[in-house]
């Protein structure tokens, strides 16, 4: 089938299957910590303060570690990373099982976490291009890895649920340090030659100049990461009050939390299986466009519901327009970065989509104390709506394009 024709590349089957198992365990995981900290705590201001200690080194650390990336093998790199996961994976498991429930140490062992993944992540996506062999069939090995990435979102959430009222949450904390286990062998089974950069003289302060100037210079790049940054800080975050909506809003329990992070799950993974099965990049530029609205109208509608079925029904339309906005910019970034700055221009992606997440979980959490969790949802869905709307005008105006129809915004 064309939707799964990277699968036919060794290495990247074997990553494939790999973090398929591993990214459901940490969904498990992410569900019963947002879960578990509210219950403790019954604080939007601290579920969004767990959300900012875990995404906050990606805001700061991507131009490094992209820099870090171009100058050593990215494949040890990535299986150091998994190594180092898996132990935190372990404390954090050791600690809930024990009963030790420290807010403080949820909140450093999340902060670890998240500096692994401000390298990790950069790594893995720097490292897609190397694991097919032809450069057409990259674009499907994204979009499958987000489908795989999504598709744990479902799953993982739903299954959470369903352990956290039954076995408990320790079980989904041990769960995700047992998962990092495949995802190890077959990173060890990989048969992978990186082409190591050959240690410049320069220092590496040097190069993060040069990728900034370059991504600065690149203006349909900089463009687009703008165009994230903006979703990221004021959009994205509203995941983060989900746990408020099911339990405050619709008066539910850990499997209405679960319904609520599947539904975006499944909506992302519909955007995920349309873009893998893209036969041509040409368009990436106006997806990105039409995603970014779906998004923010998809979450402006949910605020003005309080019926279940139709809030998980704009959950679903909202995680279509956050996937295909993402998948499309994350495609765009790899397909056409310089071969040279490809580690650093991955890491400004990073660093807009990631790394400016917790400084809006920070603000939305805020937010949501003053004026509540569904006023806060529906300035969300206005602010997106607003971003995609500027960045046409920013295109046909601005850059004097010229062209006022979706249709004449393609990719060059």
Known sequence: MNIFRSLKYRNFKLFFYGQSISLMGTWMQKTAVAWLVYRLTGSAFLLGLVTFVSLIPSLILPPYAGSFIDRHDRFKTLVNTQIISMIQAFALAAMIYFKFYSITGIIFLSLVQGVVNAFDVTCRQSLMIDMVDDPADLPNAIALNSSMTNLARIVGPAIAGVVLST????FCFVSNFLSYIPVLICLYLMRINTSVTERPEKKIWVELREGFSYISSEKELSSLIVLLAISSMFVIPFNTLMPIFAKDLFHGTAKTFSLFESAIGLGALISAVYLANLKTSENLIKIAIVACLLFGAGILLLSLTRFLPASLFFMVLSGVGMMAQTSAIN????????PNMRGRAISYYIMAYQGVIPVGSLLVGALAEVVGAKTTVAIEGIIGIVAAIGFVYYRVYV????????????AK
């Open 399 to 410: 850059r004097g394009s010229g062209r006022l129809s979706l249709a004449g915004m393609r």
């Open 331 to 338: 495609t765009y970034i790899q397909t056409h970065a310089a």
């Open 167 to 170: 076995l408990g949450e320790d």
